[in-house]
């Protein structure tokens, strides 16, 4: 999609990249909990409801080509599709490093928390299950001759996303480990994402590094979901299932990534658009 930049050039355009995958029926991208049902109510159905609640309506006499209206009942987890995660996912408490405090739920979210300078970091060479560290971001921004500044959203662009709509989407993909993390938000970052399943490696990688460790008597529970829990120390949050993020420039772009409004809840939904200029 393209708009008109309210600007004296007329051959200024921005360009809408959408970043969010769709929520939809029988996916095999989540564990089984946490698939989606969507009961789609159409026109013929919808013109039966209306008959029940307006007395006397004959749908073929007195609706548009006998039909209603159309709606969907759909039942699903806050962490379904592309969504934000708020600090509260990740623990009860937040900003350990300074001075701790209740976890923000996402209806608590700063508004301005959820539009920036997107910068794209492109991690998609990094083999699946490979915990980030600080100079693989380190790296990553060198590439980009680029330093990170407040305000800046992160994005993580790994080998997952082309695994999207088939079950090996779960096992794909780097994760960004606690360290690689707080030095991300220690540079004034608050909002960072992936097109990963998680913020975190995957679990089944995660989860024979754990076997592994107990088998050699050294359990590592540092290993155990060690992004998420980051926010401990910093408050941030993370938007997971991303997708198209090859598709835009690594520098440039406008993130707006405003999560739906959900009381006291760990995660919202979210419509994640990058709008880029063309000229």
């Avoid at 623990?91 to 508004?111: Q, Y």
Wanted: net charge negative; proline share 7%; charged share 25%.
């Amino acid at each position: 999609m393209q708009g008109l930049i309210n600007t004296p050039r007329q051959d200024i355009y921005v360009e809408y990249i959408d970043l969010s995958v769709a929520i939809e029926n029988g996916l095999p991208s989540d564990p089984p909990f946490m698939i989606p049902e969507i009961s789609y109510i159409d026109h013929r159905e919808g013109a039966r409801e209306m008959s029940g609640i307006f007395e006397g309506l004959e749908p073929l006499r007195d609706l548009p080509d006998g039909k209603g209206w159309a709606v969907e009942k759909v039942s699903l987890t806050t962490h379904t599709g592309t969504h934000m995660d708020a600090p509260y996912h990740y623990a009860p408490v937040m900003d350990r490093s300074t001075k701790e405090r209740d976890a923000w739920t996402i209806d608590r979210i700063p508004l301005e928390w959820c539009v920036g300078h997107l910068v794209v970091l492109d991690l998609a060479d990094m083999p699946d299950g490979y915990v980030v560290v600080p100079s693989d971001i380190d790296k990553a921004l060198d590439r980009l001759d680029y330093q990170l500044r407040p305000g800046d959203i992160v994005c993580a662009h790994t080998a997952a996303s082309i695994y999207w709509e088939s079950s090996e989407y779960l096992s794909r993909g780097c994760g960004i480990g606690r360290e690689a993390t707080l030095h991300i938000l220690r540079q004034g970052v608050r909002v960072v994402g992936t097109d990963a399943w998680s913020w975190d490696a995957p679990f089944t990688h995660t989860g024979r590094r754990w076997k592994e460790s107990l088998a050699k008597g050294r359990p590592d529970p540092g290993i155990i979901w060690e992004g998420h829990f980051a926010g401990i120390e910093m408050s941030y949050c993370q938007m997971e299932k991303l997708t198209n993020l090859d598709k835009v420039p690594p520098l440039g772009a406008t993130i707006y990534c405003f999560p739906v409004k959900i009381k006291d809840a760990s995660a919202g939904w979210v419509r994640a658009v990058a709008a880029v200029r063309r000229d």
